[in-house]
């Protein structure tokens, strides 16, 4: 397959996956989600690899899906359905393979930027980090397992204020809350993503995968069935009048 919208290099072990449409801050596309699916298809079949790097190109990590091509959609619910459903396809195979996934964050991570991160087993964030849900902008409800993984890992109340209050998380918090491995400087990620990818695979290799698998194993019981809940919810929701004019003023706003 050839990867457009995201780099894929191989270095040994490791698998570095970038993000790559910094002129749209990296949101989520159709086509996007396709070579995702492919990139994680292409780690799970190649034994010498055993870690992922997720990272993105430009100014953003990701800002989530792609609003514009939700506004532009002749269908925008079968649209969004079928973009959330290949991002949890993608998802769904990361969370139960043998692969560990260090997220690389530099910049925002939004909405389904940021159900990438909480899906990651490592993440190491520079100080320009920061998080945010950003579906109550839009009228959106969550998805990429944000709904499911963020009060695991941060608790009930403060994803609450997350998700229901937009309130943005800075990689201070991040850190202090458990959404974030390490703080990195922002000059030094990249070093110490690969640092922490080659520690993993310095010894004894055959334990990675089934260790991380059984670490997983009891969140990932009702995760697929979540993230269905999730795509359903996600693309019922944006035919709803004032999820529409919130995408509407979106577009506008950012094309202004």
Same mark, same amino acid.
């Given at each position: 397959?050839?990867?457009?919208?995201?780099?894929?290099?191989q270095e040994g072990p490791l698998l570095w996956l970038t993000l790559n449409r910094p002129a749209e801050a990296n949101a989520l596309s159709d086509t996007l989600a396709d070579e995702f699916c492919a990139a994680i298809e292409l780690a799970q079949n190649d034994p010498d690899c055993h870690v992922v790097i997720l990272q993105g190109n430009g100014k953003y990590?990701?800002?989530?899906?792609?609003?514009?091509m939700m506004a532009?959609?002749?269908? %925008? *619910?079968?649209? !969004?359905?079928?973009? #959330?459903?290949?991002?949890?396809?993608? $998802?769904?195979?990361? +969370?139960?393979?043998r692969l560990i996934t260090i997220a690389a964050v530099h910049g925002f991570a939004a909405g389904a930027g940021l159900g990438l991160v909480l899906n990651a087993d490592f993440v190491l964030a520079s100080d320009k980090a920061g998080f945010v849900s950003a579906y109550g902008n839009v009228g959106l409800?969550?998805?990429?397992?944000?709904?499911?993984?963020?009060?695991q890992i941060v608790g009930h109340q403060r994803?609450?204020?997350?998700?229901?209050?937009?309130?943005?998380?800075t990689a201070q918090e991040g850190l202090a809350w458990?959404?974030?491995?390490?703080?990195? %400087? *922002?000059?030094? !990620?990249?070093?110490? #993503?690969?640092?922490?990818?080659?520690? $993993?695979?310095?010894? +004894?290799?055959?334990?990675?995968?089934?260790t991380r698998q059984l670490l997983k194993r009891a969140s990932n019981a009702g995760f697929a069935a979540h993230l269905a809940l999730e795509a359903e919810s996600i693309s019922s929701i944006i035919s709803h009048p004032d999820t529409n004019a919130r995408i509407q003023a979106f577009v506008a706003k950012s094309t202004a």
């Open positions: 397959m050839t990867f457009d919208n995201i780099v894929v290099e990590f990701c800002a989530g899906g792609d609003v514009h532009a959609a002749q269908d %925008p *619910a079968r649209f !969004l359905k079928a973009l #959330a459903e290949k991002m949890h396809e993608g $998802l769904l195979s990361l +969370a139960h393979s409800s969550p998805d990429c397992g944000v709904s499911y993984l963020l009060p994803a609450a204020q997350i998700c229901l209050l937009g309130r943005p998380v458990g959404l974030v491995s390490e703080l990195v %400087p *922002a000059e030094e !990620l990249v070093e110490r #993503a690969r640092a922490l990818g080659t520690q $993993l695979t310095a010894g +004894a290799t055959q334990a990675l995968g089934p």
